[in-house]
């Protein structure tokens, strides 16, 4: 049976600030008026008038176009970011698609840095951003606007990443496949509990550290309010007592290398990615050498690039990596 993650979890699909509007255009009246229609959302900029069916769609964000992806659109413009290849869009888009086929507006991590020129010349009909504490993509609405009817949905941290899903499927008027994807999540987390049980690992009775390299000096502890966090708490995981924030809210717990010791687990994944450090060719060489899931070989590797990517495509990632590792098939990485 599916884990109820949405009682685990309770998310408001309109709680973030997108409310469909009531009324819905079905002529194109008016100059640049589409031609299948129109209808009318609610969202962090106001009131938006958008195709009532958009063919190109331009995101700017990418776990937007993740969720866009996922619900079934095309998406003719969006942003990279560092990495080997792909843009660095992999963990964001469904396995079979390949980053380099898209119009990327920036190869940039900062929400602003947009090619308003790039975008324009991808010819998107509707364009959805988002709000952040930031605020930069509204202060540039009006540019946006001029291209496409243009919608920012309201990010406010790691946790938004289930919530966008549902409001993205607002602004396309999909909402019934998002509650699919949702499903098929649960679905997925569901079938990886059988399976580490039937491997002999109790989640409940099993802390899982996450270690992420930041930098020479600096470790840093992912808590179960980091997109990480999140997945392995949905798996019903336990965590070190010293990775968990006790005031709550905060995605990491930054360390030294001198208190490593905070990093120990029953297993630990070390997580590494694009612009962090690599990882120790073995882990039973130097500071980590004490660590007792070092001592009994269950010591893992994740690529941050996927574990910090905050979709539902990254969550299966997750759910699928830790699975792996826990019932045997990952060799470990000692």
């Given at each position: 049976m599916p884990l109820p993650l949405r009682t685990l979890h309770p998310v408001p699909v309109l709680g973030l600030g997108l409310l469909l509007a009531a009324g819905c255009s079905t002529g194109g009246e008016g100059p640049g008026a589409p031609e299948g229609g129109s209808r009318t959302v609610e969202a962090a900029n106001g009131t938006v008038e958008v195709p009532a069916e958009p063919e190109n769609v331009a995101v700017l964000w990418r776990p937007t176009l993740a969720a866009a992806t996922q619900l079934g659109h095309d998406v003719v413009a969006t942003m990279g970011t560092p990495g080997e290849s792909g843009q660095g869009l992999e963990p964001f888009?469904?396995?079979?698609?390949?980053?380099?086929?898209?119009?990327?507006?920036?190869?940039?991590?900062?929400?602003?840095?947009?090619?308003?020129?790039?975008?324009?010349?991808?010819?998107?009909?509707?364009?959805?951003?988002?709000?952040?504490?930031?605020?930069?993509?509204?202060?540039?609405l009006e540019d946006l606007e001029q291209i496409a009817p243009t919608v920012l949905l309201e990010w406010e941290g790691t946790g938004s990443w289930r919530s966008h899903l549902d409001q993205v499927a607002e602004v396309l008027d999909v909402q019934e496949r998002a509650e699919e994807a949702v499903s098929e999540y649960e679905e997925a987390v569901a079938r990886a509990r059988e399976e580490l049980s039937e491997a002999g690992t109790d989640p409940a009775g099993t802390e899982l550290s996450l270690?992420?390299?930041?930098?020479?000096?600096?470790?840093?502890?992912?808590?179960?309010?980091?997109?990480?966090?999140?997945?392995?708490?949905?798996?019903?995981?336990t965590r070190p007592d010293e990775q968990v924030d006790p005031e709550g809210g905060t995605d990491f717990v930054p360390r030294s290398y001198e208190n490593l010791g905070s990093a120990d687990g029953d297993a630990v994944f070390v997580l590494t990615g694009s612009g962090y450090p690599e990882a120790p060719e073995a882990f039973s060489e130097g500071v980590w050498a004490n660590l007792s899931a070092v001592q009994e070989e269950q010591v893992f590797h994740g690529d941050h690039d996927v574990w910090g990517a905050a979709s539902y495509y990254a969550a299966h990632h997750i759910v699928e990596e830790v699975t792996a590792a826990l019932t045997g098939e990952t060799e470990p990485a000692v």
């Open positions: 888009l469904p396995p079979d698609a390949d980053g380099d086929e898209f119009d990327v507006v920036t190869n940039s991590p900062s929400e602003e840095d947009i090619n308003i020129g790039e975008l324009a010349s991808a010819g998107p009909d509707l364009i959805i951003g988002v709000q952040t504490q930031l605020g930069t993509q509204a202060e540039m270690v992420r390299l930041q930098n020479e000096s600096e470790i840093r502890l992912e808590t179960p309010s980091s997109f990480p966090g999140q997945v392995v708490d949905d798996l019903g995981f």
